[in-house]
């Protein structure tokens, strides 16, 4: 069993960047896809990337090109790069880790969950 927690969010201006941290420990996250989901206030859970076990990424249409994705084996770490920030990115991300192979942006194909860590978006 692995456990998941998440760092980096904060308060940033429209157009910033911030750059999410997800660490594992119990087991190597190398074993998982992990993803990044995030829920804006009044809002469902929404998919926002993935990283495969091979190191391919997927990215919901709202957030290409814009965030970046990335392991960092050595560290038992996934990032999440979020550039070019919008106000409707605010919201609370959380990362999860999935026994699935491929690219999986369901969150019932996700086995584990971090805290979740709150990215605010200002004027």
């Known amino acids: 069993q692995v456990q998941l927690v998440d760092s980096g969010g904060g308060l940033v201006q429209a157009g910033g960047s911030l750059r999410l941290a997800c660490t594992a420990s119990g087991r190597t996250l190398g074993s998982y896809s992990v993803g990044w989901f995030r829920q804006a206030p009044g809002k469902e859970r929404e998919f926002v990337a993935v990283v495969s076990r091979g190191g391919g990424a997927t990215y919901a249409g709202s957030v290409r090109g814009r965030f970046a994705i990335s392991r960092e084996n050595a560290r038992n770490t996934v990032y999440l790069q979020m550039n070019s920030l919008k106000l409707e990115d605010t919201a609370v991300y959380s990362c999860?880790?999935?026994?699935?192979?491929?690219?999986?942006?369901?969150?019932?194909?996700?086995?584990?969950w971090g805290q979740g860590t709150q990215v605010t978006v200002s004027s």
């Open positions: 999860a880790a999935s026994y699935e192979m491929g690219w999986p942006s369901k969150e019932d194909e996700y086995d584990f």
